[in-house]
């Protein structure tokens, strides 16, 4: 079935809102200290940039994942595109974090 790129403003619209439920998905539970993975770590991202199958270009200047349990190179295969789908929703499902905090996203043509 042959693919069909969306506009880059609902693009970004799709990137913002998938971000925005996975922070507020992960900020609405209760804190609770026992629960917290026991290998978890704050992983920082800085100037991460990548590029779409589609040739936009995506940057997140500043991103901050508190208390996660995925390493930073899992992070990173999360959010690159060039991931399998399959393994995108298992890292996905994997991550859990106390917060996570990415202030903004640029996406360029």
Known sequence: MPRR?????????????CLLTL???V??????????????ATVTLDDFTVT???GDVITIKHAVFEGANLSKQEIVK???P???????????RKLKAASISIPSIDIAK
């Open 5 to 17: 790129s969306a506009p880059l403003s609902s693009r970004a619209l799709i990137a913002g809102a």
């Open 23 to 25: 922070a507020v998905g």
């Open 27 to 40: 900020g609405s539970r209760p804190p609770i200290a026992a629960a917290a993975p026991q290998d978890s």
């Open 52 to 54: 779409s199958q589609h």
């Open 78 to 80: 999360m959010l690159t």
């Open 82 to 92: 060039d991931t399998s789908p399959e393994d995108e929703l298992a890292l996905v």
